[in-house]
């Protein structure tokens, strides 16, 4: 699920709680409110009734026709039989029981009688009670209203809240942005934990087989013990190269702090480009280089950042491929661009840019293809280095390596 999704169904689940809380405590404060209001009521005419030297039942008539909501009072005599004084919708049908009518004395007290009613009781003798009572049908009914209210309000709401979140998470091109790169953050970062688990296992298990080999005791030609730690020590140095890698990936990731100098890049490709001719006196070289083009840079990343473009031209291409070189000044700015006549990167290769382990030569093996982290770690040096990469098709046919960096004059920074 793509993270606008979730976050859009975040904001809508936060809505949904904020307004049913809400709505919520309005419906449980207003019923309470009309609840206080009954039980005022029944309560002061209780108090009348247990108090006025007239007759109670006459008196009782009068409070009936008073009584600001319809109320039934009803007469229950000492063998608990009832009889009622008036008559009101939803009054008492039933005699609730002696313990109930001891209750309402005191307080009023809600009763199923059938139908929800609230009730106080006045004691007229020893055996003999009113009670006064009013049905509770109208609250229950205005509660059920208020919910289905709520319940539509709430979904108008959710429906409102999610159509805005998904409209401004579509129009806000920065936060697109920012919710695009955190996907592909993450999906990057699962595909590479999955990629290094794997790089590291397979030596794991070449050394493994190895040492099962030895430890039978199944070798014994001294050739073959010698072939078998040969290959052993290979893994192992394999592993080792690749956990620098990762180190220094997951280093330059951090963008801690490092010294910085002002490094003469022209004289640095100069020499990565005597180096390659040593090496392949075959290859037909141009270079255009302008002299004293200086970055500020750690020199340490930096060399490394050329040995590994200029090993992956001797890795991908040909001794007799054309590779041409030009380093110059745009403005501020430090521009590098080494490009080979080879059989360059798959077309989608330009479009995705730089992926961890990624080995545009399938033909080749991991021991001369290496793990695929080259060119990440070059990524990672030029971002340290607040510079930028872009992969592109040469005119040589090949790849082209475009490099930026900001243009030093001469300081040293920490």
Known sequence: MKLQTRLTIAVTLIIAVVAIAVGGFAIYRSESVELDRIDSVLTDYSQQLSTTSDDPLMLSQFLAEES????????????????????????????????????????????????????????????????VATSLEPLNNSRTEQLKLLSLFTAVMMLLGSLFTWIFFRQDRQLGNLVTSLEERQKNMQEFLGDASHELRTPLTVIKGYVELLSSNRASDP??????????????????????????????????????????????????????????????????????????????LMTQLLANVFSNIRRHTRSQDAVRVTLKRNRNEVELVIEDSGPGLPDAAYTKGIQFFQRFDQSRSRESGGSGLGMSIVRGIVNSENGTIELKKSELGGLAVHLTFPFAQGTTEN
């Not at 009763?111 to 106080?120: E, F, G, Q, S």
């Not at 490094?263 to 020499?271: I, M, P, Q, T």
């Open 223 to 300: 050739a073959q013990l010698e072939r078998f730690y040969s290959r052993m020590s290979t893994e192992i140095d394999r592993m080792e190269s690749l956990i620098h890698d990762l180190l220094l990936i997951a280093e330059l990731s951090e963008n801690a702090e490092r010294v910085r100098e002002v490094f003469d890049l022209s004289s640095a490709v100069e020499h990565g480009i005597s180096v390659l001719e040593q090496l392949e006196p075959d290859r037909v070289l141009t270079k255009e280089l302008t002299p004293n083009m200086n970055v500020l840079c750690s020199p340490e």
């Open 68 to 131: 600001p909501f319809p109320i039934s009072i009803a007469y229950v005599d000492p063998d608990g039989g009832i009889i009622e004084l008036t008559l009101a919708p939803g009054g008492l049908q039933t005699a609730p029981t002696s313990a109930q009518i001891q209750d309402a004395l005191d307080n009023p007290i809600s009763l199923d009688a059938p139908d929800p009613v609230r009730m106080t009781s006045v004691a007229l003798g020893d055996s003999d009670y009113l009670l």
